[in-house]
């Protein structure tokens, strides 16, 4: 089958172009429908392809660069029916349908079906009958034969001939009514019943049922007596009461002994005297030399150790983090550790002493 479409630029035709069909896939699946044809050119825009697909394609051809956005691409659908001809319509007669009507033997030898297809066509319509009617009329011999529907039609009428004459009449309603023994409803009775009911609560409760509810619930409750409520209190505010609270507080609480009291005291002026190991003009004197040996963790060990970290010459590594901290003659290392910072804080780790 050979497909034509066509290429405009501005609604002047597009000719010169070199199209290429770049979307070639199914439309059950989107899958590949195979290799895409080639597209030539005819003539004055137009463009042409030729394709026998098995199944319906999509088919997208693109135009070109040369062409704006909304020009270059063409979009169809390639079906197997597009090229549905009648094959066989080659080998049938050639004659017109005017030349067959007015053969002069013309003869239809059989209908077939064809009169109940039209019958049975919901739509079917004559648009004219000529002088049928006229003709069937004039005929001498014609007959009308008896109809499929007569049956229906009998048991029909057998039903109505029992109808009145004016089925909907009141007059043949009150009729019937009045020979089927029907009984009209006691309308002022039922009036009378709504005039007592309508001056009822929404709730209505008989008083004496109220009364024997609340008798029985009165019956069930047994509040504390005068004496049992005093009996559970009167413990509360005696004061006897309350100096036996007190002096059982008192009993349980064990306080250390004088003894217990002077060895505490004892053993924190031991401490005291244990840090007593350099006296006060050593301390006015500021003598921290690195010649000097004081005891570890001594006072004065403490304090030497102090200022060669915060007064002495302190040497960090970049890469690494570690540092070095220097005793007064700047050559001896007096302290070794690390300093990180991840970007947020900057954190010095504990010395190491040598």
Sequence with gaps: MIYVVYFASAGVPATGLSPSIVTYIKVSDGSSGGSAPSVSELSGGFYKFTA?????????????????????????????NDGALDAAITSRSTLTAQQVWEYATRTLSSFGTLVSDIWANSTRTLSSFGTLIADLWANATRTLTAGTRDSQIDAIKAKTDNLPSDPASNTQVNTRLATSGYTGPDN?????????????????????????????????YDPPTKVEMEAVVAPLALEAGIEAHVLAVLNSYDPPTRAEATADKAAILTAIAALNDITVGELLAGDLSDSLS???????????????????????????????????????????????????NTVRSAPTWP
């Excluded at 098995?54 to 979009?75: C, P, Q």
């Excluded at 570890?296 to 901290?325: E, H, M, P, Q, Y």
């Design 52 to 80: 026998s697909p098995s199944e319906s394609l999509l088919v997208r051809i693109d135009g070109g660069t040369s062409l704006a956005n909304a020009d270059r691409y063409k979009v169809m659908q390639v079906t197997t």
């Design 294 to 344: 004081f005891p570890a963790n001594s006072l004065a060990d403490r304090l030497r150790k102090l200022f060669w970290i915060l007064c002495n010459r302190l040497v960090i590594t970049d890469g690494s983090g570690a540092f070095t901290a220097y005793k007064t003659d700047g050559v001896t290392p007096a302290a070794t550790g690390t300093i990180t910072d991840n970007g947020t």
């Design 188 to 220: 002022a009775g039922i009036a009378a019943i709504k005039a007592k009911t309508d001056n009822l609560p929404a709730a209505p409760a008989i008083e004496g049922n109220v009364q024997g509810h609340v008798a029985a619930a009165l019956a069930v």
